[in-house]
């Protein structure tokens, strides 16, 4: 049964990432790449991170890709689609994901899955998948954690200051 | 297992709500029923302008305090096991991204001129 589901939430990622990538249309694939996150939220369901999932929902489906239309509606893509400059650098493209590919078939010897830390998934179907992060980031990865405010404050900081110049 | 069956049972009710609307509906179009309906002023130009950056500004910031919101559930859930540390710690996040609002408040982000 877990299996069918893995299948079918792999499968559809596959074929929606495919589908975000061959759209003509900016606007259509920013609409499959929301089926694909939430197609997402639930292989992370099946990894029993709940948190994660509603996580991938809320601020994944429901604000990056409010972001990614504004960035398309900004820049009003359907004229540029056909330009020059976005199709002549396939070449590099396809060597640099050939690369990444070779990279990542090279890495798959060295994949185990023997390995045991103290989360094993007794253990975080025992606490909650929200209570285990929770109690692992704020004490273990506190410093991660700051970092992660210094990021946003930097997004803050980026945004308002490219949008404000250009306003001007 | 409820959740598949939750998620079964919602797009069941949507998608038969349509099809039994299809199979029911008289079709009888005609031009002015097929154009977009825009309050019942003919549409003129183009749907797709481009937006004003400010959009971009607004989402930008509202994605930010987003994920500052989400880093919240789980410091809340689990708060009375780790106590004043964690209390503290989260005043450090808040207070850099509090610096990070008055920023934008400072360089009237949230202004819509």
Do not use: C
């Not at chain 2, 029923?33 to 989402?59: C, H, N, T, W």
């Amino acid at each position: 049964m877990v299996e069918l589901f893995f299948g079918y939430l792999a499968g559809a990622v596959v074929v929606l990432s495919l589908l975000v990538v061959f759209s003509r249309n900016a606007v259509h694939s920013v609409l499959w790449m929301l089926l694909m996150f939430l197609h997402m939220a639930g292989l992370y369901l099946l990894l029993n991170a709940e948190f994660l999932a509603a996580t991938q929902v809320i601020v994944y489906a429901g604000a990056i890709l409010v972001l990614f239309l504004f960035v398309i509606m900004l820049l009003n893509i359907t004229e540029e689609m056909r330009l020059e400059q976005f199709t002549v650098g396939w070449p590099m493209g396809v060597s640099v994901s050939l690369g990444v590919l070779i990279a990542m078939l090279a890495a798959l010897s060295g994949f185990r899955t023997d390995l045991k830390g103290p989360w094993s998934i007794e253990a975080v179907e025992r606490t909650t998948h929200t209570k285990a992060l929770g109690k692992v980031l704020y004490t273990e990865y506190m410093l991660p954690f700051e970092i992660a405010s210094l990021v946003l404050l930097v997004a803050i900081v980026g945004a308002v200051y490219l949008a404000k110049k250009r306003l001007r | 297992m409820p959740v598949v069956l939750f998620l079964l049972i919602a797009a069941a009710f949507g998608l038969g709500a349509l099809m039994m609307g299809g199979l029911f509906r008289l079709r009888r179009p005609y031009p002015e029923k097929l154009m977009p309906y825009e309050s019942g002023i003919d549409p003129v130009g183009e749907p797709r302008q481009r937006f004003s950056v400010r959009f971009y500004v607004i989402a930008m910031l509202f994605v930010v305090f987003d994920v500052e919101a989400v880093f919240m559930y789980p410091w809340a859930v689990v708060f009375d096991r780790i106590g004043l540390y964690a209390f503290v710690e989260m005043l450090i996040f808040i207070f850099v991204l509090l610096v990070g609002y008055l920023y934008a408040w400072k360089k009237e982000a949230f202004r819509w001129e």
